[in-house]
Each structure stands twice: as structure tokens, then as C-alpha cells.
């Protein structure tokens, strides 16, 4: 069985790579297998997280989660492309399907991660670190306001981020196939491939995609972001009528009761 195991991908038993191919493999394997997928699906089913009371309470765990993971897929690519250098073989564009996609995944990391640099302002009635409340004069902002800047964003990095995610399938097979894995790298990378697409799929049927507009500012219709539909595919947006928005926001790490004295 176990030699089955090992013989099943290109003889895998008996071919060996160099150490910088291998830890290529490894980093590229963490940063678009392990940490972009989870970036995608904390981005897009967990604007709202368990127990939230939203929308009296506001959780900016997505998207501190999804920017930190995104850091780490670059910072691994980085890692994995010194691995490439330290074999000594040329970067040569057209060497293989598997570099040139490589090669335009590499340009997507880098619309995403410097694109995000310029998604525009927050705006909104209460400040997005601090949650104190802000007068009406300072609520205008990029975000809030759904300016042209912030909606050519959202179509971008939703689009680039999407492409991105099914490129990654081709990218880790590929490469897997040209280094000769061991029948164990295939069936671990498929099985938290099933996983992370069955996750998808149960959270997408429970309408756990939740418009970001109103994850973050409530069930207020007077707000400019109720003027158009949510920017992308499978949104759930509350549909209204809506109750009374309350004033007071504040963030879901305070919800805890205060301890006696």
C-alpha cells in the first residue's frame, strides 16, 4: 500500500528535487492553498461572526483577519521565490504553463495587497478604530458614501480575488505534478481542498455572505450605500422594511458585562 502510495504520482520513491524547488513548493503550497483561501472565505461569510449582536454591535474581525492573512500569502511567496533564486535556475517567463501562472498570480497578490492601499477614505457615523460617534458634517467618506474611487475598488479586488482563488487550483496541481509529489501531498492538498470548498458551499446556502454595506453601518435605507445593490455575487442583504437605526454603535469586544466590584 505504501508503495502504491508513493509510486502513484510520476514514481515519486525515486525522484528527487533540489532544496530550494522544495521549499518553493512548501511556501507557495501555505500562501495560495492555506492562507488565501481562508482569506476569502473569513472575507466574504464573516463580516457578521456567531453571537454578533449586530447591528447594535460592530465586529471588524474579517477584515483585520483577511489583511493579516493576505500579509502572510505575500510575505510566503517572497519566501518560496528566494527558493527559486537559491536553485540558481533562471526566472524565464515562458519556462512552463506553471510559471506563467505563476508569474500572473504573483501580479493579482500585487493588485490586491497595492490596490487595497487605495480603497479611499471610511467615512461613516462613528470613527472605524476608536467607534466614538462623529458628527453628520464628518460622516462623507469613500466607503460610506460609495464614491466612484471606492466602488472601482470593490469591483477590482472582488473580481482579481476571485480569479485568484480558481488559478490557485491549477497553480498547486501543476507545480505538484512537476515536482513529482508523493501520493500523501496529493491526497492532503485535495482533502483540505474539499474542505475548504464544502465550507464554502454550506456557509454560501446559509446566506452567510452578508452585504458589507450593511454589516458595517446597520439597517439604515437614508444611508448612500442603499442607492444600489451590493457589488458582487451571492450577497444577502436584509431587505427592509427597517427598524430604527440606533445612534450608539460600538465594537463587539465590548459587549462583555463589566466585572463587579
Given at each position: 500500500m505504501?508503495?502504491?502510495?508513493?509510486?502513484?504520482?510520476?514514481?515519486?520513491?525515486?525522484?528527487?528535487?533540489?532544496?530550494?524547488?522544495?521549499?518553493?513548493?512548501?511556501?507557495?503550497?501555505?500562501?495560495?492553498?492555506?492562507?488565501?483561501?481562508?482569506?476569502?472565505?473569513?472575507?466574504?461569510?464573516?463580516?457578521?461572526?456567531?453571537?454578533?449582536d449586530?447591528?447594535?454591535?460592530?465586529?471588524n474581525?474579517?477584515?483585520?483577519?483577511?489583511?493579516?492573512?493576505?500579509?502572510?500569502?505575500?510575505?510566503?511567496?517572497?519566501?518560496?521565490?528566494?527558493?527559486?533564486?537559491?536553485?540558481?535556475?533562471?526566472?524565464?517567463?515562458?519556462?512552463?504553463?506553471?510559471a506563467?501562472?505563476g508569474?500572473?498570480?504573483?501580479?493579482?497578490?500585487?493588485?490586491?495587497?497595492?490596490?487595497?492601499?487605495?480603497?479611499?477614505?471610511?467615512?461613516?457615523?462613528?470613527?472605524?478604530?476608536?467607534?466614538?460617534?462623529?458628527?453628520?458634517?464628518?460622516?462623507?467618506?469613500?466607503?460610506?458614501?460609495?464614491?466612484?474611487?471606492?466602488?472601482?475598488?470593490?469591483?477590482?479586488?472582488?473580481?482579481?480575488?476571485?480569479?485568484?482563488?480558481?488559478?490557485?487550483?491549477?497553480?498547486?496541481?501543476?507545480?505538484?505534478?512537476?515536482?513529482?509529489?508523493?501520493?500523501?501531498?496529493?491526497?492532503?492538498?485535495?482533502?483540505?481542498?474539499?474542505i475548504?470548498?464544502?465550507?464554502?458551499?454550506?456557509?454560501?446556502?446559509?446566506?452567510?455572505?452578508?452585504?458589507?454595506?450593511?454589516?458595517?453601518?446597520?439597517?439604515?435605507?437614508?444611508?448612500?450605500?442603499?442607492?444600489?445593490?451590493?457589488?458582487?455575487?451571492?450577497?444577502?442583504?436584509?431587505?427592509?422594511?427597517?427598524?430604527?437605526?440606533?445612534?450608539?454603535?460600538?465594537?463587539?469586544?465590548?459587549?462583555?458585562?463589566?466585572?463587579?466590584?
Amino acid at each position: 500500500m505504501m508503495n502504491w502510495l508513493l509510486d502513484l504520482f510520476n514514481e515519486a520513491a525515486t525522484h528527487s528535487v533540489s532544496t530550494g524547488i522544495v521549499w518553493h513548493g512548501c511556501f507557495m503550497v501555505l500562501a495560495w492553498a492555506v492562507f488565501m483561501p481562508v482569506a476569502f472565505v473569513v472575507a466574504r461569510f464573516y463580516k457578521i461572526t456567531p453571537g454578533q449582536d449586530w447591528p447594535r454591535t460592530i465586529n471588524n474581525f474579517w477584515f483585520r483577519n483577511h489583511r493579516w492573512l493576505g500579509y502572510a500569502a505575500g510575505i510566503a511567496t517572497a519566501v518560496a521565490m528566494a527558493g527559486i533564486f537559491w536553485t540558481g535556475e533562471p526566472l524565464i517567463l515562458w519556462r512552463s504553463y506553471h510559471a506563467l501562472t505563476g508569474w500572473v498570480l504573483i501580479a493579482l497578490a500585487l493588485l490586491l495587497i497595492v490596490g487595497s492601499l487605495f480603497r479611499g477614505t471610511h467615512g461613516g457615523p462613528y470613527h472605524p478604530r476608536t467607534f466614538e460617534p462623529l458628527p453628520p458634517e464628518l460622516w462623507p467618506g469613500d466607503h460610506f458614501s460609495l464614491t466612484q474611487r471606492r466602488i472601482l475598488f470593490e469591483y477590482s479586488h472582488k473580481n482579481a480575488g476571485y480569479v485568484v482563488v480558481l488559478l490557485t487550483f491549477w497553480q498547486v496541481a501543476s507545480g505538484l505534478q512537476d515536482a513529482g509529489a508523493a501520493s500523501w501531498i496529493w491526497l492532503t492538498i485535495g482533502l483540505w481542498t474539499l474542505i475548504v470548498a464544502a465550507a464554502f458551499v454550506k456557509l454560501q446556502l446559509a446566506g452567510k455572505c452578508v452585504d458589507t454595506y450593511q454589516s458595517i453601518w446597520g439597517l439604515n435605507d437614508t444611508f448612500p450605500g442603499y442607492r444600489r445593490n451590493p457589488i458582487g455575487w451571492g450577497i444577502t442583504r436584509v431587505p427592509g422594511p427597517y427598524p430604527v437605526q440606533q445612534t450608539a454603535w460600538r465594537p463587539a469586544r465590548q459587549r462583555q458585562s463589566p466585572k463587579p466590584k
